[in-house]
């Protein structure tokens, strides 16, 4: 199993301003991933982060608002941009463990935003 | 495309009842399947998977669900339910499209009434 923990918690923000959200993994890790959770929705995948590499992003999301860094194999950040009142979400970080031939994702708390 | 659907947003029962939380999928190959569910304020935690072999897993909590390929389906079952269980429920899908993801289902709120 893997133990993640997620810097900070909540925030509250205003329009325009940047927040970095930090994710450690108390294990070494290949993949990382970045969800949102818009309120009373699913979660939505952002991008992988592979260390080592630049993260891959989903449709409907970009670099530049959702810039990422991968430094080791225990720790990355996602940075929401130039933030506006619709990215208020929750914001989850998981990573990806295999065991033989079973995978598992393990997921943070969770830092919930909300922006003014 | 991969998707999963969670037709119930909202179940509410009553606690000792049953519970049984539908979960449909759509993909190519074999799916690998999961439940996670989040109590308020909580981040996911995994309740049971499905990779392969015996289609009735069984999971945390007194959770299982069964796998039907022929119905695409992997619904969550609970014969008694108690007020701890209050929570949403996720059902997700292990996708291979480029990357390995998941894709989750909108999730089913779960009220259980005293």
């Known amino acids: 199993s893997a133990v993640i923990s997620q810097k900070p918690s909540r925030d509250i923000c205003q329009r325009g301003t940047s927040l970095t959200i930090q994710c450690q993994v108390d294990?070494?890790?290949?993949?990382m991933f970045w969800y949102r959770q818009q309120p009373g929705q699913s979660l939505t995948l952002i991008a992988t982060?592979?260390?080592?590499?630049?993260?891959?992003?989903e449709s409907g999301f970009v670099i530049d608002k959702f810039p990422i860094s991968r430094p080791n194999l225990t720790f990355s950040t996602l940075t929401v941009s130039n933030m506006s009142p619709e990215d208020s979400s929750i914001y989850l970080c998981?990573?990806?463990?295999?065991?033989?031939?079973?995978?598992?994702?393990?997921f943070g708390p969770g830092t919930r935003l909300t922006v003014l | 495309a991969q998707s999963v659907t969670q037709p119930d947003i909202h179940i509410t029962v009553s606690e000792g009842a049953s519970l049984e939380l539908r979960c449909n999928y759509s993909?190519?190959?074999?799916?690998?399947l999961f439940w996670y569910v989040q109590s308020p304020g909580q981040g996911l935690q995994l309740l049971l998977k499905?990779?392969?072999?015996?289609?009735l897993v069984q999971g945390i909590k007194g959770f299982e669900a069964e796998f039907k390929r022929s119905q695409s389906s992997f619904n969550l079952r609970k014969p008694s339910v108690h007020w701890s269980d209050a929570a949403e429920y996720f059902c997700?899908?292990?996708?291979?499209?480029?990357?390995?993801?998941?894709?989750f289902g909108t999730g089913t709120r779960l009220k259980v009434l005293a």
């Open positions: 998981s990573v990806e463990l295999w065991d033989r031939k079973n995978n598992e994702q393990f």
């Open positions: 294990s070494q890790v290949t993949m």
């Open positions: 982060a592979n260390q080592g590499s630049e993260a891959t992003y």
């Open positions: 993909y190519g190959a074999t799916p690998y």
């Open positions: 499905y990779f392969s072999g015996d289609t």
């Open positions: 997700a899908v292990g996708a291979r499209t480029g990357t390995y993801k998941y894709i």
